[in-house]
């Protein structure tokens, strides 16, 4: 005589865990984009309080990009000079000169000099000294990132065992 097991109520344990699931994505999905912005932010925060961002250009370049569906996120910038703000530039590393015109324009809004001509050599000076000496890095995304790393996992772990509470709550 042979033996048969049925389970019944299949769909009914499927269903819940879809919904655990779905649950627990959309509570990590929350806090990734949670945690982006507070790394742009902080990021911002820091070119701001070290004067590094003369104008804004670049702390307002700091764009947040997700993907995965939404379970991964990229903070940065598009602005070509960014990583050398970020990570310094070494002596002799520029082949030619950084663009004058954009330091006469730093001249002229943080040094106070009005004369064109006056702020034009002096930018020239200064992006000589660039293309021989390099720069040191003034880091302002790395460590925005690495100031929520810590409270990043806490977060997650709580905010994952609270959806998983609601979910089996039902």
Known sequence: MASRIVVEGDDAARRRLEHLAAAVHATVRQEI????????????????????????????????????????ARIGTNLVYARAIEFGLPPGYL??????????????????????????SIAFAIARKIQRSGTEPQPYLF????????????????????????????
């Open 95 to 120: 082949r030619r000169m950084p663009p004058v015109d954009a330091i006469a324009g730093w001249v002229r809004r943080k040094l106070g000099v009005r004369d064109r001509e006056e702020a034009r």
């Open 33 to 72: 984009q949670r945690t982006a912005v507070r790394i742009q932010a902080g990021a911002r925060r820091r070119l701001h309080e070290h004067g590094t961002s003369d104008t804004g250009r670049l702390a307002n370049s700091i764009a947040i990009e997700t993907h995965d569906g939404g379970l991964e």
């Open 143 to 170: 460590p925005a990132a690495e100031a929520e790393r810590r409270g990043f996992r806490r977060r997650l772990q709580r905010a994952v065992r609270e959806a998983l509470r609601e979910a089996a709550r039902g």
